[in-house]
């Protein structure tokens, strides 16, 4: 769940466990008045009365998610189904808690219960071993006592759903043998053979076999990524999907963003289930074969845009973009990578050269004529439907180094200019510049340095950064390699950026990252790259949007008055990784009205460029982006604070979308 959807300790009363109740009535005053009473009569620790929509929501996925969110201990242990389906009669509910936990302690276990309590059904995932010898034993002794106990208080040991395997061997603790036997009788008048749910009700296999990790690896796997919430377990990561399903609904509301790409095929080979279902086919050996090389995953993960949705949207924290980019490293490991993997997979080095020989205009007119764009496009595989945007012709930095320095004394904060920033649209930049200097901030942009010369930028941010020696290279946060899977390349570029920032992260100045995508790769994937280099981690927690940088070094700001709604997506990876209160509230103060929609613009960075992605991408785009935006009024303010967002919204739809910073700049210099 993004960090600004996550009730926080202060926003739950005080107890041990919590207790839903939704009251309704003619107005909400009655509604309120219903809570209010009940509050009264509650024999209860504490309690809160909800009435903010926001905060509802928020409340509500805590019990939607619990079957996912439940696996997971508070000390990040895993915690598995089994046991979490047994009922009682409503009047034993308090007598069988008491020794259901008095059951956990004696096999020292920990289990979360949740679910129907008015009906005397118990959800529950219960940190059970399910990996060695002993913690299976301990599982089927556990299994039997609960069994003995559930039955104790006049129970069903199925209350909700079937008996499955896990169940039907414990059927005559609760049916009694002679009745088992009987329907074992009848089985076979009907069914002989046992063609028809073999081993379900009855002849079943033990209830401790064909456990579903029993096939995985026991020793970790060597991969790139730290996995730090799976203790480097990329086994234990994969193990994260329980099948909840939640990444197959069809259809999402609000700011949610998980599946795009299922949302838009259907198939469950594109939802994050099931995709981490064939990695764990991977891993297993048993019907994926051949590990990494494997072309039936790679073909599952090919529609994967990485938009991060399922990250926060996830009740367990299913990482698919992180995932695929693991596999596409190991698969094409020593291999040739597909086109697209070179063209934009490098884009940081194709536009850097462009910048440094100032040929944008050459290569914006090759790109507008259509025989050599044509070619262009399938030598880099690139779709043959998309635009080749156009590179600017002065870059964000070197019109930072003919401007006028600012000659302020407020607060330094280093703005980083990402790849799309400088080369494709310095004007996000330049405006980022114009309201951070608005509100008495001084402005400085990361070192730039070469061999043999001095680093670039204004003599005053040298002077407060204490620039280190002269070196080659410009700051990147790696994300184009790792969309692509060329981690290796990833953590040259990130180490080398680690160095230029050393001066950097020896101040307290915060890097302000204007494109999302670029932001969440500097506060997650990199730590988790680069897990051996704690320099990394710092350079995370300086990471701030242009929102939170507002909020936090300006806090008296007045924005000014647009007093017009608005219209847009919010940035997946913004949703996902970086949560956009801090933006609703600095929109919310200039007076942009209304809420943008959720979901990814189906471009996400490479995807939507890439041979083969088109139609995915733009079914992709019309599930929110689009119709929120042809729906919008007339005097709507389009935002999206991507690169991709906005490209996608020009090339699909005709619309120009703006960057938040561009439509407060354009503010700021109509008052003047």
Not at 408 to 427: M, N, Y
Request: with cysteine.
């Amino acid at each position: 769940m993004a960090a600004d959807l996550v009730p926080s300790a202060a926003d739950l009363p005080r107890g041990g466990a919590w207790l839903f109740v939704e009251t309704g009535g003619g107005t909400e005053a009655e509604a309120r008045a219903r809570a209010e009473t009940i509050v009264r009569a509650a024999d209860v620790v504490d309690a809160l009365v909800v009435t903010d929509p926001a905060r509802q929501r928020a409340l509500w996925r805590i019990r939607e998610d619990a079957s996912g969110t439940a696996t997971r201990m508070p000390d990040g242990t895993e915690a598995w189904p089994g046991w979490e389906d047994c009922a009682v009669p409503p009047a034993r509910l308090g007598a069988y808690l008491r020794d259901f936990r008095g059951l956990l302690a004696a096999h020292g276990l920990r289990g979360t219960p949740y679910g129907h309590f008015g009906d005397g059904c118990i959800h529950v995932r219960i940190d059970f071993d399910l990996l060695t010898g002993p913690g299976i034993a301990r599982f089927r002794r556990f299994s039997e006592e609960l069994a003995d106990v559930v039955v104790a208080h006049g129970g069903s040991l199925s209350g909700e759903h079937g008996d499955g395997q896990a169940r039907a061997e414990l059927l005559p603790r609760m049916y009694g043998a002679d009745t088992v036997a009987l329907f074992e009788r009848v089985k076979a008048v009907w069914d002989p053979d046992d063609l028809l749910n073999p081993g379900m009700l009855v002849r079943p296999a033990p209830l401790d076999t064909n456990l579903r990790f029993s096939v995985l690896p026991r020793e970790p796997v060597d991969v790139a990524f730290g996995y730090p919430a799976d203790g480097g377990d990329f086994s234990a990561a994969v193990r994260r999907c329980v099948g909840v399903a939640k990444c197959r609904t069809a259809s999402v509301s609000g700011p949610a963003v998980m599946c795009p790409s299922y949302r838009a095929t259907g198939e469950e080979e594109h939802s994050t289930r099931g995709r981490a279902r064939l990695l764990h086919e991977m891993l297993a050996g048993e019907l994926v074969t051949d590990g990494w090389r494997s072309t039936e995953v790679r073909d599952a993960l090919d529609l994967c845009l990485s938009c991060k949705g399922c990250r926060s949207d996830c009740p367990v924290g299913v990482d698919m973009a992180t995932y695929k980019a693991e596999f596409l490293h190991h698969h094409y490991a020593g291999r040739r990578r597909p086109a697209a993997h070179y063209a934009m997979g490098w884009l940081p080095v194709w536009l850097g050269w462009v910048g440094r020989t100032r040929s944008a205009g050459v290569v914006n007119g090759l790109a507008s004529v259509g025989r050599l764009a044509r070619v262009a496009k399938r030598l880099g595989g690139i779709a043959g439907e998309r635009e080749i945007p156009r590179v600017a012709g002065e870059t964000f930095t070197r019109w930072w180094r003919g401007r006028r320095v600012s000659t302020g004394d407020g607060r330094l904060v280093v703005l980083w200019p990402d790849t799309f920033t400088e080369h494709l649209s310095p004007s996000v930049g330049r405006a980022a510049v114009r309201v951070l200097e608005a509100v008495g901030l001084r402005v400085a942009l990361p070192p730039t340095l070469r061999p043999g010369r001095r680093p670039v930028g204004d003599a005053r941010s040298r002077s407060a950064l204490s620039l280190l020696a002269a070196r080659r290279g410009r700051v990147c946060c790696g994300l184009t390699y790792i969309s692509t899977g060329q981690l290796d390349r990833a953590r040259t570029v990130l180490r080398r950026t680690l160095d230029l920032l050393e001066p950097v992260l020896a101040t307290d100045a915060p890097l302000v990252v204007l494109e999302p995508s670029c932001a969440a790769a500097l506060r997650t994937d990199a730590p988790e790259l680069l897990h051996d280099d704690p320099r990394a981690a710092r350079l995370a927690a300086r990471v701030l949007t242009f929102a939170e940088t507002l909020e936090r070094y300006a806090p008296d700001w007045t924005p000014p008055a647009l007093d017009r709604p608005v219209t847009g997506q919010t940035h997946c990876h913004q949703h996902a990784v970086l949560g956009d209160a801090p933006d609703r509230r600095l929109r919310a103060a200039a007076g942009l009205t209304g809420e943008l929609s959720g979901g990814c613009c189906g471009l996400a960075g490479n995807f939507g460029f890439e041979k083969g992605h088109y139609e995915v991408s733009a079914a992709c785009a019309e599930d929110r982006l689009l119709p929120s935006v042809r729906q919008a009024p007339q005097d709507a303010v389009v935002l999206a604070d991507g690169f991709s967002c906005r490209t996608q919204l020009e090339q699909l739809a005709g619309v120009r979308g703006r960057h938040l910073a561009e439509v407060l700049a354009t503010a700021l210099e109509e008052e003047e």
